[in-house]
């Protein structure tokens, strides 16, 4: 209606009239609504032309083989990260800095052996944990304290080994039985008389012995040379303080002598 008064007028009507662009999406992904599925893309590596606004990031069947600490770019809507069936074996500890509104991480079917809570500090809204299908030994509950909103955790088909270094893990999957997905499926690999027994069967009495007090060789190599040392110094120490109390009682034994009054005799 008013967009005829002028060319100058029209060219600014026809801006307006042009549709926005659409955000970022990488040649590898298909992205909509927020949503950006790259997986199946054999990608060696998180795109880094992701739309600051997306909340689902579908990443699976790929190659990426570690998350260093720039490996995403700035996604502070994400919601879910789904990284399975990956060759992922390393998460550093700065991986996962500003993806604090993340609420389920899959990091199922990988090789991941090792983790450390700093890696997960940033997730303050993580709610759902998939660590299944890895080659886990042994996992420190601090990964799972480093989670204040955690509900769900899968653990199952990794190669726990069912040894006293087990006990921590045991003793927060005790207290936190309603968070514990499937945990029929958590069962022991090593040792072998203990192959697949469920972790969750255990009892305290099973890892009595681990409670008992045991010294280890660099204990024992601690005492043969404090042992030794604590011997000499305490004769020393004996020595010098015998030596001090024989010169302290010869003085006062002199200084006495000196003191006494003489008598003289007449001629």
């Not at 042009?18 to 054999?42: F, I, Q, T, V, Y």
């Not at 998180?46 to 606004?53: D, M």
């Not at 579908?58 to 770019?73: E, K, R, V």
């Not at 450390?116 to 304290?145: I, K, Q, Y």
């Amino acid at each position: 209606m008013g967009c005829w008064r002028g060319p100058s007028t029209v060219l600014a009507c026809l801006l307006l009239l042009r549709p926005l662009p659409s955000p970022a999406c990488p040649a590898a992904c298909r992205c909509s609504s927020g949503e950006a599925d790259c997986s199946k893309h054999a990608l060696r590596e998180v795109p880094q032309s992701l739309s600051a606004n997306t909340s689902t990031l579908w990443l699976g069947y790929n190659f990426i083989t570690a998350l260093g600490p720039q490996s995403f770019p700035p996604l502070p809507g994400l919601l879910l990260l789904s990284l399975p069936h990956n060759h992922l074996g390393l998460i550093h500890s700065q991986a996962l800095v500003g993806l604090g509104a993340l609420q389920e991480l899959d990091l199922s079917n990988n090789y991941l052996t090792a983790l450390t809570p700093e890696t997960f500090l940033p997730l303050t809204s993580l709610a759902t944990l998939n660590l299944g299908s890895n080659r886990l030994g042994e996992l420190d509950p601090g990964v799972l304290r480093a989670l204040p909103q955690l509900q769900a955790l899968l653990l199952q088909d990794n190669p726990w080994v069912c040894s006293c270094g087990i006990l921590p893990l045991w003793h927060w999957l005790s207290h936190n039985r309603e968070k514990v997905q499937e945990e029929s499926l958590l069962l022991c690999r090593v040792p072998e008389h203990l192959n697949e027994y469920p972790i969750m069967d255990f009892r305290n009495e099973s890892f009595r012995q681990c409670q008992e007090t045991s010294l280890s060789a660099q204990h024992y190599i601690t005492f043969l040379i404090i042992g030794p040392f604590s011997f000499m110094a305490s004769i020393f120490f004996c020595t010098f303080m015998g030596s001090i109390i024989v010169v302290y009682h010869n003085l006062r034994r002199e200084s006495h002598f000196w003191r006494r009054p003489r008598i003289c005799r007449g001629r």
